[in-house]
Structure formats: structure tokens, C-alpha cells
């Protein structure tokens, strides 16, 4: 089964790592990921789709017990043969003094 | 220990380095006692705590500083802190801190780092300490900026110990211990216990399974003692007259000897408890979460029973076992609002013959054996000293036949299963518990992984008593080997220990040494009235085994006993 996640989490040090760390270690292998950093509100705002024959509400529940989730919200559930949204990244690149 | 000086007093203000500030937040959380062992990147918070009231005692290896902490922690209820030096002083707190997190025990690890403009340089004793304790810990910080210290503090003492307990870690860069906190203030954030949310429809739910159910099982666990549930849970088992089980973290809810006691399940547990377990028609699971020592292949658990499942973590109920009625929230209200009487005197009868006929009971073999000295040590201390096990066929021993007073008493690598975990967690222990005796009962191979805890032991003079049941064998995998690998033994030999007893006196410890059954009485009596430390050696024969038996993947009903392996 594939589906979604909107999470909003704050933005300490490792926090992606934690949400990804358990993702996995509960049995959840990642399909896409997309990240927001929203600097004024100390916010990563976070789009996840994951798949595994586990139970959704096993990685929500575990997800949600992580200290510094601010909200946590399952998208939906799609069939394994549903095609995957396809989204435009733009690459930039950031050039500063050295 | 160090005498208390004016700068140290709870409350006070005024400017201040980061590492004196944590010594003060020490203070004022109430932290009478540190587990630690100095290093590079420490230094500025062992200088500080020169000062202060803190008893600061120094362990001998970080691990031993992490199972002190936790064994404090587990036989108080409070927080257990350890302190530990980057790079090697935080990657030996791991373990430790592993443990607790698997057996949600409330803990604060303050680890030094390098100095901020090092971090990712590989700098001298750096490692990325807040990525490898993340999946062991219930939260890691790195404080980054000194005015960021008094927050993460505060958070720390709070997730430590509200909710499911477990261990936080905070990663203290060295310049943020010695950089300037201006006038800060210091306020007490005690933890706060979650409140139920659970509904009073759900509640009713469960009364109504509880009214229609004819064969009914309580299985307990170690949220009762975490959710501060004693009580209400013994007040729940008189009222309503259901047997009870418990998984190894639960010994002790119920007192060993009483009638509705049906003691452990599980891999060791007794025949009669997994019996009752696969007849029930209700399990009532408290503070659980179905691990798989509790209940062998989990398809075939308990097949016949409705579930209803009371957890403050609402991600373990239904986590491996769904429940028809999920009580997520405070164990003790949810209890207290189950507590009905019901007439269940034909079940109760059923239940208490299977307990006298296939009850844990005391093996025929020659010498010495861990059932018959556990039953012994247990009738000894009437179940009222505090026992911190290590990990293999004497912790077995000891879950069957030690019948606790209370849990708290019971200090157990349940979920790690850590080697190594008893001797220092019995020094916590002892110092949270100065007026209770506490034993580390040891096999040879768990002993030997922290055995340098003796100096510990012998420094600061704790009275507390080592028991060593030597089978010259890693026996628990011994056992294994034979049950599972057809008696291919491998790599299990430790005939070659040394002499315990010696080892013991050079640290200052006296040591007796038994093999014969007739001088078990006298020789626990002596080792109990020898003031200070002291160490028994109790020879048993490597091949005894823990009956009985469920081997790893199999159901609870093709238990295995002695007779029959």
C-alpha cells in the first residue's frame, strides 16, 4: 500500500533524520519526499509518500509520538499500480563569497 | 562529595557560565545524585560541580555510569542522570541508554562535544553523538547557542519522565559550557503526567466485555508500575476476582503469593499461566505491548480471547495484537473505572488447580540448583530486597521462583536484554535506596561485562551483595544450542572465569564460594548480615537448564518441559 503524509515538525537538528529514521525502522520504505524549511515560523513542512504492507496507522501513531511534530496528517491510501504524482523540481543553485 | 556553596542555591540569579547553569537546573530538579565519568570535553562541568551539593559518583566504565543512572531511576521513580566525556564517553553510554529506552525508564544523559566550530571536522574524540543516540533515546538535542541551554533543559526533565517514560540526551559542545548565560532564571518544570483519553463510553465497552466474558485473564506488565498503577490494580484484581499473568517487567503488581497470582508467561513462563492465557475468552492486557517473549507466534496467542488493552502510549495498542477495546491514556483511571465485581468462582477454581498442577516447581537434580536457590534467596528476604538481574538462565530463575513484594523491586534487562546490566544498576539502586537491601544476582558471563563496577562497589562502601551462579557457561545459549542445534555448542565455554572470590577481595569486597545445597541457608544468612559489600560464589552444574521452555517461533501451547524436550 502507498500513501501520504503531510507533516509539519520544528525545525531543530535532526529532526528530518528522526522522522526518516523511523519511517524505516518501522518498516516503511520512502517513494517521494519533499521538504520545506519556513524559516519565519521554525517550521519544516514535509510531503512524504511511503509504501509498505504494514498498516498505516502504525507508522502514524509512532510518527506522532515524536517530540517536536507540530501536525501530522495521512493523505490518503492509493493501490500499488496507481501511478505516483509526478512533481517539478527546480534546481538552484546559490553562489556566495568564499 | 563536595560541600554546598552560596552560588549553588536553587533559584538564585545572576551571571553565569553554561556549565554552572546545568549544575544549578541539576539543583533545582532535584538531582541529588550523578552518574559520571570526566573527559576532555567535560571539563567545564566537572569544575563547576566542584561546588555544588551533587553526589557525583564515578563509575568505572560509561557503561556502568548509564546502568547506575538506570537502575537509580527504575528502583526510585525518579530521574536517573549520567554524565559522560564525546567520543568514546558518549558512544559507552549507548547501551545503557538503549536499555532504557526499550524498558521506558526515565533518564538524562549530558554528553560533552567538541566545541561548536569543530563539530564536522572530524575533531580529536568528536562523533555525532545526537545521530546515533536519536533511535535510543525518547528525544537528543544539541545545544547550539548558549541561550538555547535553558529551554532544551527544561524540555529534557519534562519528556524524561511525562508520558511513556524513556531517556532524553543532551550534546553540550564545550565553548557553550564555558560561554556566558546573563542573568538567567531557573524554573522547575516537574514532569506532568498525561491525563486519560480514554471516553467513559469506551470504559463501558470494556465493563460490558468484562460482564459477558466466563473465562477472563488480566496479562500485566511494566506500564503498571510506570503509570504508578499498583494499587489501583490490586484494588481491580481483588474486586473483580480475575486471574492474573504477567510478562517479566510485571512481577510484583500482584504479590508473589497471592491467590490469583498465576505468575510469568511467555518463553519461561510456567505451564499453567500460558494454559490459562490460550483458554481465555478475555484478555484484559495492562501496560503491555505483546512482545514476542510474551507471546511466541503471535497468530496463535490466546486465540479465543477478546482483547482489551490499557497503554499510555495509544501506539501500542493494537501494535501487534488488535483490541476490540482500545483504552488509550492513564492506566490507573482507566482501572479504577473497571473495577466491578463479578462472579467468577468456577473459573477462579479451574485456574488455581492448573497453578498446582502445572505451576513453576523445583527441579529433582543433583547440587545446587538456580530454582531451588532462587526459592530460597526469595524466602530469605520475603520477596522484600530489591533484585537487579543480569541477563540469561539465572534472570529466568529468578522471574519464577523470587516472589516480589512490588515492582519496583525487580530492577531487569527486560526489552534490551543487556549482559552487564546488574551490578551497576544494583550500585544505582542501592544509593536511591540506602535503607533496602539490594542483591545483583549474576551468572559468570553476565559479570564479566561490567565486573570493573567492583571498584565502584568498593570506593564508596555500598552495602550491596553480589550473587554469582556459575555455571562456567554462557548458559542461556548453551541452552539453545541444545533445544534448537542439536547440542552443536558453540563458542559457549567459560570454564576458563577466574576465581570470583579473589577478584572480589582485591577490591576490598569479602567473598564465600558454595557447591553443596546443605550450606545454601547458612551461606545467604551470612552474606545478608555482613555489613558492606560482599560476594557470593554459588557453584552449579553447567548442565542444568530454565524449564519450562518455548522455543523461539513457536506458540505458547507446544511449551516444552524438562521431561519432554
Known amino acids: 500500500m502507498i500513501f501520504s503524509l503531510h507533516i509539519q515538525a520544528r525545525s531543530n537538528p535532526a529532526m528530518l533524520e528522526k522522522i526518516l529514521q523511523t519511517t524505516r525502522v518501522r518498516g516503511f520504505s520512502i517513494r517521494s519526499m519533499d521538504v520545506k524549511s519556513c524559516d519565519t515560523e521554525r517550521l519544516l513542512k514535509i510531503h512524504l509518500t511511503v509504501e509498505s504492507d504494514r498498516p498505516q496507522e502504525r507508522l502514524v501513531t509512532q510518527l506522532n509520538k515524536l517530540g517536536g511534530i507540530r501536525e501530522l496528517t495521512a493523505l490518503h491510501a492509493v493501490a500499488d499500480s496507481a501511478p505516483l504524482v509526478e512533481r517539478n523540481l527546480q534546481k538552484v543553485s546559490l553562489m556566495y563569497p568564499v | ?48 560541580l566542584l561546588e555544588s551539593p551533587i553526589r ?102 519534562r519528556i524524561a519522565l511525562e508520558g511513556r517514560p524513556g531517556p532524553v540526551l543532551v550534546d553540550l559542545p564545550k565553548d557553550i559550557q564555558l560561554a556566558t548565560l546573563s542573568e538567567p532564571t531557573i524554573p522547575h518544570l516537574s514532569g506532568e503526567r498525561i491525563s486519560n483519553t480514554t471516553t467513559p463510553a469506551q470504559w463501558q465497552q470494556a465493563i460490558e466485555l468484562m460482564n459477558t466474558s466466563r473465562r477472563p485473564i488480566i496479562y500485566g506488565g511494566g506500564g503498571i508500575l510506570l503509570g504508578d498503577a499498583v494499587s489501583p490494580f490490586r484494588q481491580f484484581v481483588e474486586t473483580t476476582g480475575i486471574p492474573a499473568v504477567f510478562s517479566l517487567k510485571g512481577l510484583g503488581a500482584l504479590p508473589g503469593d497471592h491467590p490469583l497470582n498465576m505468575g510469568m508467561l511467555g518463553m519461561h513462563g510456567s505451564v ?58 492513564d492506566i490507573k483511571q482507566s482501572l479504577k473505572a473497571l473495577t466491578i465485581k463479578l462472579n467468577l468462582l468456577d473459573w477462579q477454581s479451574q485456574c488455581l488447580e492448573r497453578l498446582e498442577q502445572d505451576g513453576f516447581a523445583l527441579p529433582a537434580q543433583d547440587g545446587i540448583t538456580g530454582p531451588h536457590f532462587m526459592r530460597l534467596l526469595s524466602q530469605t528476604t520475603r520477596g522484600q530486597a530489591i533484585i537487579s538481574c543480569d541477563v540469561g538462565q539465572h534472570q529466568m530463575w529468578v522471574a519464577q521462583h523470587y516472589a516480589f513484594d512490588h515492582p519496583r523491586k525487580h530492577l531487569t534487562s527486560g526489552g534490551l536484554g543487556a549482559m552487564g ?118 557453584a552449579i552444574a553447567t548442565e542444568h537448564n530454565v524449564w519450562p521452555m518455548v522455543k523461539p517461533g513457536d506458540a505458547n501451547d507446544q511449551i516444552i518441559t524438562g521431561a519432554n524436550p
Open chain 2, 1 to 48: 562529595m563536595a560541600g554546598s556553596g552560596p552560588a549553588f542555591e536553587a533559584g538564585a540569579s545572576r551571571e553565569m557560565n553554561g556549565a554552572e547553569y546545568i549544575v544549578r537546573k541539576l539543583i533545582s530538579e532535584g538531582v541529588d545524585t550523578l552518574f559520571g565519568y570526566p573527559g576532555g570535553c567535560v571539563m567545564p562541568l566537572y569544575d563547576a
Open chain 2, 421 to 538: 546490566f546488574g551490578l551497576p544498576a544494583a550500585i544505582g539502586a542501592q544509593l536511591a535506596n540506602s535503607e533496602i537491601p539490594v542483591i545483583n544476582v549474576a551468572g559468570d558471563g553476565s559479570f564479566m561485562m561490567n565486573a570493573q563496577e567492583l571498584a565502584t562497589i568498593g570506593r564508596y562502601r555500598l552495602p550491596t551483595k553480589i550473587i554469582i551462579l556459575d555455571n562456567q557457561a554462557l548458559g542461556m545459549v548453551r541452552q539453545q544450542q541444545s533445544v534448537c542445534y542439536q547440542g552443536r555448542y558453540s563458542e559457549i565455554d567459560l570454564s576458563d572465569n577466574p576465581d570470583f572470590c579473589t577478584l572480589a577481595r582485591a577490591f576490598g569486597i569479602p567473598a564465600q564460594s558454595i557447591s553443596d545445597p546443605d550450606d545454601m541457608a547458612y551461606a545467604i544468612n551470612k552474606l545478608l548480615e555482613t555489613p558492606g559489600p560482599a560476594l557470593l560464589h554459588v
Open chain 2, 56 to 157: 557525583h559518583i564515578l563509575c568505572r566504565h560509561e557503561q556502568g555510569t548509564a546502568f547506575a543512572a538506570n537502575g537509580y531511576a527504575r528502583s526510585s521513580g525518579r530521574i536517573g542522570v549520567c554524565l559522560a566525556t564525546s567520543g568514546p564517553g558518549a558512544t559507552n553510554l549507548m547501551t545503557g541508554l538503549a536499555d532504557a529506552y526499550m524498558d521506558s525508564v526515565p533518564m538524562v544523559a549530558i554528553t560533552g562535544q567538541v566545541p561548536t566550530a569543530l563539530i564536522g571536522t572530524d575533531a580529536f574524540q568528536e562523533i555525532d553523538v545526537l545521530g546515533m543516540s536519536l533511535p535510543i533515546t525518547k528525544q537528543s538535542f544539541l545545544v547550539q547557542a548558549i541561550d538555547e541551554l535553558p529551554e532544551i533543559l527544561d524540555q529534557a526533565f
Open chain 2, 272 to 329: 499453567a499461566a500460558n494454559q490459562v492465557v490460550q483458554e481465555a475468552d478475555l484478555l484484559i492486557a495492562v501496560g503491555v505491548r505483546f512482545d514476542d517473549r510474551v507471546t511466541g507466534k503471535l497468530s496463535r496467542f490466546a486465540p479465543h480471547a477478546q482483547v482489551i488493552h490499557l497503554d499510555i502510549d495509544p501506539a501500542e495498542i493494537g501494535k501487534l495484537r488488535q483490541a476490540v477495546c482500545a483504552l488509550p491514556g
